[in-house]
C-alpha cells in the first residue's frame, strides 16, 4: 500500500481515479501497520479493492473486507483458490474487471461492435478544424445512427455529434464531417482509440460534440 500511494504521487493521472486492487492468499502480516497504511490511501480519495485467493472461508475475510472500500460487497471477491485461478486465469481476469471497473470496455469486443454498427468513436469533447475537411449541417437528429446516415448518403466519412438537449428540443445536434478515413485507417481505430489525429487538421475544443468516423466501403 505504501509503494501504490508513492506511485499515484510520482506518475498518476490528475484526473483519474487511484485505485489499488489487492490479491492475497489472506494470510496477512503486521494487521496495525496494514491498516494505517490503507487508511492513509482512502483518506486521499483512492479506492481499495481486495481479492484474496483461498479455498477457505475464515475469520481473516473479516479484516480484508473492512480495508476494502465500502460498500465491501461491490469491493471484495473471494477467488476460490490458487490452483482455480492459474487454470483458469482469463476467466477471473475478466470476473474481477467487470466487478471492479464495470464501465471498462474490451478492444475487441468493441472493434467487433464498431464494425458491426459501420462507425466508431475517434475524438471526444471537439470537432475537426476546416483542413480536416468540409462539413455540413445536418441539423436535429434522434440517435447516433440517424447521424451516420446523413453523413454516409453525403458522401461524407465522418460525423460530429451531441448528446440530447433542451437546446435541440431534446434532440441531437449533427454535422457531416468530410474527413480523409482509409480502410487502412479505419482499421487502426477501431483497435487503437488514444490520440487519433485529426488527418491534415487540427481538433477543436467543444465538450458538447463526439466525431465518429464511418467505415469505408469497398
Not at 504521487?9 to 490528475?14: D, E, F, I, K, L
Not at 448528446?163 to 454535422?175: A, L, P, Q
Request: hydrophobic residues 40%; charged residues 25%.
Amino acid at each position: 500500500f505504501v509503494l501504490a500511494d508513492t506511485m499515484f504521487q510520482q506518475g498518476g493521472r490528475a484526473e483519474a481515479q487511484s485505485a489499488v486492487l489487492v490479491l492475497s492468499d489472506g494470510k496477512y502480516s503486521f494487521a496495525f501497520e496494514t491498516e494505517n497504511a490503507v487508511n492513509k490511501l482512502k483518506d486521499k480519495g483512492t479506492m481499495v479493492y481486495m481479492a484474496p485467493i483461498s479455498d477457505h472461508a475464515g475469520e481473516w475475510q473479516h479484516k480484508m473486507k473492512e480495508w476494502a472500500s465500502k460498500p465491501w460487497e461491490t469491493n471484495f471477491e473471494l477467488l476460490p483458490g490458487l490452483q482455480s485461478v492459474k487454470h483458469n486465469m482469463a476467466l477471473f481476469s475478466a470476473a474481477l474487471i467487470a466487478k471492479f471497473c464495470p464501465e471498462a470496455i474490451s478492444p475487441s469486443h468493441q472493434a467487433i461492435a464498431d464494425e458491426h454498427k459501420g462507425f466508431t468513436l475517434i475524438h471526444e469533447g471537439g470537432f475537426p478544424s476546416d483542413d480536416c475537411g468540409q462539413w455540413f449541417n445536418e441539423g436535429k437528429v434522434d440517435t447516433v445512427e440517424e447521424c451516420a446516415g446523413k453523413a454516409g448518403a453525403r458522401g461524407y466519412k465522418a460525423f460530429s455529434i451531441t448528446e440530447h438537449s433542451e437546446y435541440y428540443g431534446g434532440k441531437r445536434h449533427c454535422y457531416s464531417e468530410a474527413m480523409a478515413v482509409t480502410k487502412k485507417l479505419w482499421e487502426k481505430w477501431v483497435i487503437e482509440k488514444a490520440d487519433i489525429p485529426c488527418v491534415e487538421g487540427t481538433w477543436l475544443n467543444n465538450p458538447n460534440y463526439d466525431v465518429y468516423a464511418l467505415e469505408p466501403v469497398a
